[in-house]
Nanobody, 119 residues
Framework: QVALVESGGGLVQAGGSLRLSCVASGRTFGIATMAWFRQAPGKEREFVAALTWSGRATEYIDSAKGRFTISGDPLKATVTLQMNSLKPEDTAVYYC????????????WGRGTQVTVSS
């Protein structure tokens, strides 16, 4: 089993920045990819960004490209999401997720951290 704990959420004005962090514990040696998802009120959870340890490949939702940067350390089993130029539409609960293989679904989830961007 893997446990994920997020931190770094908060309230920021539009145009500001926040940095989210996620720490994994437990059987972290089996993690292949760590990612961030978000869920806004009344909307479905959506993918934001992912980092695959092999090759350090990254992937982003179109709306995050150029504004968000995902990074991490596989030895420490941590992943961060640097969010710049935040917009009110970025307001959501942000969840850290992990999976054991690139082809599998995300099967480990954190409890989430609230990000609120005021206009």
């Amino acid at each position: 089993q893997v446990a994920l704990v997020e931190s770094g959420g908060g309230l920021v004005q539009a145009g500001g920045s926040l940095r989210l962090s996620c720490v994994a514990s437990g059987r972290t040696f089996g993690i292949a990819t760590m990612a961030w998802f978000r869920q806004a009120p009344g909307k479905e959870r959506e993918f934001v960004a992912a980092l695959t340890w092999s090759g350090r490949a990254t992937e982003y939702i179109d709306s995050a490209k150029g504004r968000f940067t995902i990074s991490g350390d596989p030895l420490k089993a941590t992943v961060t999401l640097q969010m710049n130029s935040l917009k009110p539409e970025d307001t959501a609960v942000y969840y850290c997720a992990a999976k054991g293989s690139i082809a599998s679904l995300y099967n480990y989830w954190g409890r989430g951290t609230q990000v609120t961007v005021s206009s």
